[in-house]
């Protein structure tokens, strides 16, 4: 039987922990977790087993749990255990199933690690487990990250089986005689993993039969591969991505030269929770109107003249805002309210309120941060250019109050300069019949 030294050639290899330590096993009582605990035993490493019964298989979750409990005491291991009602916590959290028993399990693996001193948390994730997580993966579009599929090592987490195919495995059981129980969940494809395991790989496996002895192989040379990868986005990153404030700059000229552009544009904006099919949106913005801009669910890069400009979603810690239209945003110490109305009797006086004729105005605006060199028109001045650093010293604006004044822009224009003046070319004219309306307003 040759699982045995593969096993010891895989657990040297990757180094897993010295001989000395003690490591906690998740085992849930089918053959994979068994098989490992008994390859453990076998070879004499220290080793203590943790069992979660998530209590979703009524009977059967406890039929489980006393298999390994039993094991366990008559092999004089240390056993850990729990009971978890899974249903109510993912009701709760608002999570599929799954997801909320492998988030149950791993916080408690973790726990029981540092409380027990175990130096590592074992999984039984084989070889097949492997090739299943890169075809997912591949569907899904996770990049070359996703192609290293399951690591060896991750963290406290390491995975001694992945050398192994589930063929390897049942035979173990068979010739070694380990005791294990069956989850009748696993023949169902209600689970994304099952209907893969039960129709694509099968599938595959008719043309190529060593199609998993051969991904495996390959995902070894991927993981390789990604550290080379990884080290080429940095140095793109470096050159590329500027952080000022809370925000990052992209310079669109410097961005053009660079290649290949869509995989540079991935890996840049991927952090800030962009996926793979937006790609070709954000690129579109490098020959788009300033204002443009493609969002994810926490950030938003809106093309700004010569940059991408990177700003965290909500509003409030953004250096810069897309304002779509009228409503009202928050930057932190003020309140800013967009407001299209007719056009007043009497303009109000207050530096805090801005009226500009809507005739001049086109949304998106965008409401930002002065920056160094920023200059307008002041109403009142007769068209005559003033950079706004002069203004707020003219004003004799303090230090901590420069930080808050904020740019309304329209088609690269500044139209406002908050708490301060509007510019000459966005002004009331005896023409106009509408304006639009802002106030600034303390939080």
Aim: charged share 25%.
């Amino acid at each position: 039987m040759t699982l045995t030294p593969q096993f010891l050639e895989h657990w040297t290899a990757k180094q897993f922990a010295l001989p000395a330590e003690s490591i906690l096993l998740a085992v849930s009582g089918g053959s994979d977790s068994m098989v490992m605990a008994h390859l453990f035993l076998e070879n004499n490493i220290k080793f203590g087993v943790a069992h979660c019964n998530f209590g979703l298989r009524g009977e059967a979750s406890d039929l489980d749990e006393q298999l390994v409990r039993d094991w366990c005491a008559t092999k004089n291991i240390p056993f850990h255990s729990t009971t978890f009602n899974t249903k109510q916590s993912a009701q709760d959290w608002k999570k599929g199933t799954q997801e909320t028993a492998r988030i149950l399990r791993y916080e408690w693996f973790e726990q029981i690690r540092k409380e027990q001193g175990y130096a590592k948390i074992a999984t039984a994730h084989h070889a097949d487990d492997n090739v299943e997580t890169l075809l997912i993966n591949l569907f899904k579009g996770t990049g070359i990250s996703g192609l290293h599929g399951i690591l060896p090592q991750n963290g406290d987490i390491i995975r001694p089986l992945l050398f192994a195919t589930k063929e390897m495995i049942a035979e173990y059981v068979t010739t070694q005689n380990v005791p294990y129980r069956d989850d009748a969940s696993n023949a169902s494809d209600d689970y994304l993993r099952n209907a893969v395991r039960h129709n694509i790989v099968p599938a595959v496996k008719e043309w190529f039969p060593q199609a998993v002895t051969s991904v495996s192989n390959s995902i070894e040379r991927f993981a390789e591969a990604e550290i080379l990868y990884k080290a080429a986005v940095a140095a793109e990153r470096k050159q590329l991505l500027e952080q000022r404030g809370q925000d990052y700059y992209i310079p669109i000229l410097k961005f053009r030269h660079h290649q290949p552009q869509a995989t540079i544009c991935y890996e840049l904006l991927q952090p800030f929770g962009f996926t793979s099919g937006q790609v070709p949106h954000i690129l579109a913005l490098l020959h788009a109107e300033t204002g443009h801009y493609v969002s994810s669910a926490t950030h938003r890069v809106i093309r700004n003249r010569d940059f991408l400009i990177i700003t965290t979603l909500p509003a409030a810690t953004a250096d810069m805002i897309v304002i779509d239209a009228p409503g009202t945003v928050n930057t932190g110490r003020y309140s800013y309210s967009f407001t299209i109305t007719d056009k007043p009797k009497n303009i109000p006086a207050d530096a805090d309120t801005a009226c500009l004729d809507m005739a001049a105005i086109t949304f998106p605006l965008l409401l930002r941060k002065w920056r160094t060199g920023d200059y307008f028109y002041p109403l009142g001045m007769k068209m005559k250019k003033k950079k706004v650093s002069r203004l707020l010293v003219d004003e004799k604006i303090a230090l901590h109050d420069k930080e808050e004044i904020r740019i309304v822009e329209c088609n690269k224009r500044t139209a406002w300069v908050s708490g301060i003046r509007p510019d000459e070319r966005f002004k009331v004219k005896d023409s106009t019949t509408k304006v639009l309306m802002i106030k600034r307003t303390l939080n």
